[in-house]
């Protein structure tokens, strides 16, 4: 599998592109702003997106939405646990930032047979950041979106999350092989999961 970090959106969020190497199909993980950006990569790497991949229903992760399911005709995947955020999410965005985000198109729920070429992507859900926090894990990729970072654990403060899920889902990323690399939402992304200490 290929992987290339895209920082994008105010809030610098990671999307990231991963692909096979033989078909080029593609899926865009959390593509949180900047639509153009997002697809000229896609054009310059003569990728074939197949799917928009959210690791949550946060607006800073799926910004770029319509635009990219508009350019590529592509269905957005999300746990429908957090629908009710990623419908509010254009609301959200122009509360914090000044994106000027439009309506978001539909989502589906996260089919079972996730795959890129020959390699199944597992849904690991870890709720606590918000209800329907997913990981996407392709061995030895995990793509952990705001429940665990290089250095630090995600939000449970809002009213929606849960700290008690939160700490059962890192105990159940704690048992992940040791040759887990971690691709985080924010920040530093490729961390081996051995170096973090999960508690
Ligand atoms: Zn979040």
Redesign the pocket.
Known sequence: MEIKVLRVGQLQTNCYLIWDKETSDCFIIDPGDDADFITTEILNQKLKPKAILLT?G?F??CLACLELKLNFNIPIYLNQKDNFLYQNSAKSANHWTTSGALKQPATSPIPDDLKLGSEEIKVISTPG??PGSVCFYSAPNLFT??TLFAEGI?RSDHSYSSSADLKKSLDSLAKMPLDTIIYP?HEESAVPMNILSID
Do not use: A, K, R, S
């Open positions: 949550h946060h800073d992760h950041h918000t979106g705001d995600g939402g």
